[in-house]
């Protein structure tokens, strides 16, 4: 046996022998008991909200609109984007933020069908693929009824920030206050005849939810575009109701 087999051996032997001498028990693996499908599955979903993350959730709706395409359906895509976000943060800091967030994922979920595909975009923007066949119309009233659903909300954030800003008593880490919640919601669908790929109805939908922040917020515009990116104006569902913000 070379010198190095015998260092490599004693090596060996000193990590499973305890301070007595004895055998020790061998390091219990962390993955012990997780199966391959629940790493795939937890690296893939956004760890605050739930949701498919951005690079996921894209791969699995291109995969779902070229389905649509070769069966003559027509996906709509809404845009969610949580209004005054930053003031939620800025207030109450970012654990609060991540709960609002949790809550308006969960919100939108309820609203929709399990074949639907929701992802995190990004900082407070929320996606969502509706893979049924759809008319502007269809899609624009769906996108009112989660706006309707959300705006609902009362979340209880943690305020122990907002007591400090006030300069009040911050020891009670259980002391809560109740906000409300609103959304702009952006809605893109191909026209008749028309096939536009997931990038071109994202900037439909993106076009579509800046012009509803435009209108004041907490409301949906809805959109109509070409492959080639042309699109119509955006429309308003056949009610709304605009914004004030709730921080």
């Given at each position: 046996m070379t010198g190095g087999a015998r260092l490599g051996r004693r090596a060996e032997l000193t990590s499973v022998a305890g301070?007595?001498?004895?055998?020790?028990?061998?390091?219990?693996?962390?993955?012990?008991?997780?199966?391959?499908?629940d790493v795939f599955e937890s690296a893939a979903h956004d760890d605050v909200t739930g949701?498919?993350?951005r690079g996921v959730w894209r791969t699995r709706a291109e995969r779902e609109i070229a389905a649509a395409v070769q069966s003559?359906?027509?996906?709509a895509l809404l845009l969610f984007d949580v209004d005054h976000f930053k003031q939620c943060n800025d207030r109450f800091g970012h654990a609060a933020g991540d709960l609002v967030l949790a809550e308006v994922v969960w919100t939108i979920r309820r609203?929709?069908?399990h074949v639907d595909l929701i992802g995190r975009l990004g900082g407070d923007e929320l996606v969502a693929l509706l893979t049924d066949d759809h008319e502007l119309a269809q899609a624009a009233r769906i996108a009112e009824r989660l706006r309707r659903r959300v705006e609902h909300l009362s979340v209880p954030v943690p305020t122990v920030r907002a007591a400090k800003l006030a300069g009040t008593r911050?020891?009670?880490?259980?002391?809560?206050?109740?906000?409300?919640?609103?959304?702009?919601?952006?809605a893109a669908i191909g026209r008749p005849g028309s096939a536009p790929e997931l990038s071109v109805l994202l900037e439909a939908a993106d076009g579509a939810?800046?012009?509803?922040?435009a209108a004041g917020r907490n409301t949906v515009?809805?959109?109509e575009t070409t492959a080639d990116g042309v699109t119509g104006?955006?429309?308003?569902p056949t009610s709304t109701c605009q914004a004030r913000s709730p921080w």
């Open positions: 301070s007595d001498g004895a055998a020790a028990a061998p390091p219990r693996n962390p993955l012990a008991g997780v199966s391959i499908l949701t498919l993350l003559g359906r027509r996906p609203g929709l069908r911050t020891g009670d880490a259980d002391h809560r206050q109740t906000t409300e919640v609103t959304v702009s919601v952006g939810m800046y012009a509803a922040k515009r809805a959109v104006t955006p429309v308003a």
